[in-house]
């Protein structure tokens, strides 16, 4: 099932674990650099192709790397920190570009870490998670102090997540209204991307079914990122990772998915009740495209966070 979330709950699960966030940005090991703001092609004033609502509709299609992150666990196979990007890599992220789309990067590894519980390893993904934030000027959104002191009490982890929300909200709100939703499109890409390549490493070891069906599904993604980032191509670093998405696109491409209209669930929403349309996806993909995929797929990791 191709499940439709809305891009804050894409990086929420995995910024909701913000402890010991409190403190300098300089924590990271990074210099005054990081209030460098955006270069100007990241902050650009020209005319859209497409408007920053539709963009927005657009983002709230790109389906969930933490879930994915919960499916890994179900899988049976063990945590593995190998396979999570270094904090040690912080001081390479030196540009707006590169910082936006490592943040979410960043956020989809603190995903697959809260999933599995392992809080000895959360303090310094957290703090480079911090300075990434800081350094394309959206840490101000972030309240680490209340972060930190209801992290440390696991029965108030519904009250961290409406903060985190919260947070992600007004940092959404903000980055339309400065017209840059360019830049949210990186951190949703990041998170996306590493989301599928800690899923493609576990499905090397388990060749696990579920998996293997969620991983083919992307391919319907793979054509709404296309349309967020071709519509900033006049960027040169935009059309250099679009380019390079399309090179996974193709692995895709024997790859078919039919979709069917499933039952309509009733949910509670603001207090008030909706009606939300499931759909039900069938795919059909053999062991050879797999591995093409997983090929591609990290490969276009490694060219992020390098």
């Not at 969930?64 to 179900?74: F, G, R, T, W, Y």
Request: a negative charge; hydrophobic letters at 40%; charged letters at 20%.
């Amino acid at each position: 099932m191709l499940k439709k979330l809305t891009y804050l709950t894409l990086i929420l699960a995995g910024l909701q674990m913000f402890s010991a966030c409190s403190g300098s940005s300089n924590k990271g090991g990074k210099s005054s650099d990081d209030e460098l703001t955006l270069s100007d092609s990241l902050a650009s004033d020209s005319p859209l192709e497409l408007s920053e609502e539709v963009i927005g509709d657009v983002i709230q299609n790109i389906s969930s790397p933490v879930e994915m992150a919960n499916m890994i666990k179900s899988s049976g196979v063990e945590f593995s920190q190998k396979i999570l990007n270094s904090t040690e890599q912080i001081d390479n992220y030196n540009t707006g570009y590169k910082r936006a789309l490592n943040l979410g990067v960043y956020s989809a590894d603190l995903g697959y870490i809260n999933t599995f519980d392992k809080n000895t390893i959360v303090v310094s993904y957290l703090v480079a998670i911090k300075s990434l934030a800081e350094g394309i000027k959206v840490g101000q959104f972030f309240d680490f102090n209340s972060l930190k002191r209801i992290a440390t009490n696991s029965n108030n982890l519904d009250s961290l997540m409406e903060i985190s929300i919260s947070s992600f909200n007004k940092m959404d709100n903000y980055l339309r209204n400065q017209n840059r939703s360019n830049v949210s499109s990186l951190i949703v890409t990041g998170a996306w991307i590493e989301g599928l390549y800690l899923s493609a490493n576990v499905i090397e070891q388990t060749n696990n079914d579920d998996l293997i069906t969620r991983l083919a599904e992307q391919k319907d993604i793979i054509n709404i990122l296309m349309i967020i980032l071709n519509n900033y191509s006049n960027d040169q670093n935009f059309a250099e990772l679009a380019a390079r998405i399309e090179l996974l696109k193709s692995a895709y491409g024997g790859v078919k998915i039919t979709t069917e209209v499933g039952e309509p669930q009733t949910i509670e929403k603001d207090g008030k009740l909706i009606i939300v349309q499931d759909e039900i996806s069938h795919v059909e993909i053999s062991p050879e495209q797999v591995q093409k995929i997983i090929k591609e797929i990290k490969s276009l990791r490694q060219f992020v966070v390098s």
